[in-house]
């Protein structure tokens, strides 16, 4: 990790910030994880089984299309500026897809469990998009497959449970492209069921009459507002490590 001696006053604080975020992402789950994981149990046996079986599906699709598709190019890898200035760009790129993901989310709520189901593939999307960007935008070339994985472990750390988070870090942080070594493997049926629990959770009453449109446009403004920081706190932990790999 790079010596703070060496850094610019926001290099410093970005520092600090993503070191802090990490050692929080290690703790063991308090009562309130708890809790909501007890919660979670009980939502997942009285929602439709068609709502499970359409997450399900569609994690398969996406993964499949992340690792090996090309439907997700992006620009190209930025090859200049300083972290401030590609965080800048990262921050505003992040303001115009949550904007997008709020109003996709508010006109599903507004049409009930159809197209509350159709929104969880369309949310996806935006969020794996948004993640091919901020890639590109710390430097990185998205067509890399390792640099494909490394944005699935960005994905699974964002929406893990208290429990995973440890686990999730740790295999993120194996997963460095440029790291020696094989990364530790994706455990695909673990990655579907944590997304899948975190956001059930977080739109449930999106599938409710009258109030499933202003959930639906909260929800998904701070699901991608979520997986954006995580993303950063990510890149960051990775900025620094390679200015100083020691």
Known sequence: MASKNNL???ENRALTTALTWRTRQQKRPGVWDRTTRATQDRINNIIP????????AVMKQMTQ???TGSGWMTARPRSEGTLQERELAVRNLMK???TTASIEGGVAGAGGFVLAAVDLPALMAIKIKLLFEICALYG???RDPAERLFILRIFH?????ARQRPHALAALEASYPDKEGEPVELDWR???LEYRDYIDLAKLAQLLPVVGAPVGAVANWRLTTHVANTAIQ?????????????
């Not at 089984?49 to 399900?56: C, F, I, R, S």
């Open 157 to 161: 750390m964002a929406f893990s449970s």
């Open 140 to 142: 990185h070339d998205s």
């Open 8 to 10: 610019t006053g926001y």
């Open 190 to 192: 673990q990655f579907q």
């Open 96 to 98: 115009t897809y949550r």
């Open 49 to 56: 089984e068609p709502v499970h079986k359409v997450v399900t």
């Open 65 to 67: 299309a992340i690792v």
């Open 234 to 246: 990510a890149y960051r932990l990775r900025w620094f490590n390679e200015a100083d790999p020691s």
